[in-house]
């Protein structure tokens, strides 16, 4: 999942006011800012978003942490799936296919992958998506869950949606 801030708004250690946290249990966030969340969050009561992103965030290294309450009026998240549509698609550290000593894991057909972000390499290599595998074609979870870089060429989009969290733990869906 991608958390997309498009209000400044203040990440929490507690879902409490901001006000009532002391400065190492909240950090301020800027509009515009994005991070990559674990599938496993949740919507709370409150109006937060309870997740775990995939980058460290505060000062100190006893006060950084990954797990945050995110205000759900100030962040939309999306959901971008795509399926593998060539055999052994190369899994890549970075989006460089001529380097053999980046590649995390191979790709069966089919597989399910949740796309993050995106680059554009070159004319001849085109767009490149950073993303991680979810499950098999068969829909079996996928355990390595890296994230990485795959061509635009292997993969073929499914599904792309703004994601409503429901209050219980999130649950993988494709179309």
């Not at 799936?81 to 590649?103: F, H, M, W």
């Amino acid at each position: 999942m991608k958390v997309f801030v498009h209000t400044p708004t203040i990440f929490k250690a507690k879902p409490l006011p901001a006000n009532q946290l002391p400065s190492h249990e909240k950090i301020e966030v800027p509009a515009g800012a994005s991070f990559i969340a674990r599938n496993n969050s949740r919507y709370l009561e409150d109006g937060h978003y309870e997740m775990i992103i995939y980058s460290y965030l505060g000062s100190g290294e006893q006060n950084r942490r990954d797990f945050w309450y995110i205000p759900r009026v100030h962040a939309d998240i999306f959901e971008s799936i795509a399926k593998v549509k060539t055999e052994g698609l190369n899994l890549r550290r970075s989006p460089n296919p001529n380097d053999s000593n980046n590649i995390l894991e191979k790709l069966p057909l089919g597989t399910f992958v949740e796309i993050f972000d995106a680059t554009y390499v070159n004319q001849n290599l085109g767009i490149w998506w950073c993303g991680r595998a979810l499950c098999t074609a068969d829909k079996q979870n996928w355990l390595n869950g890296q994230i990485g870089w795959m061509s635009y060429k292997h993969l073929e989009m499914t599904d792309m949606k703004i994601r409503e969290i429901p209050g219980g733990r999130g649950s993988l869906w494709i179309s």
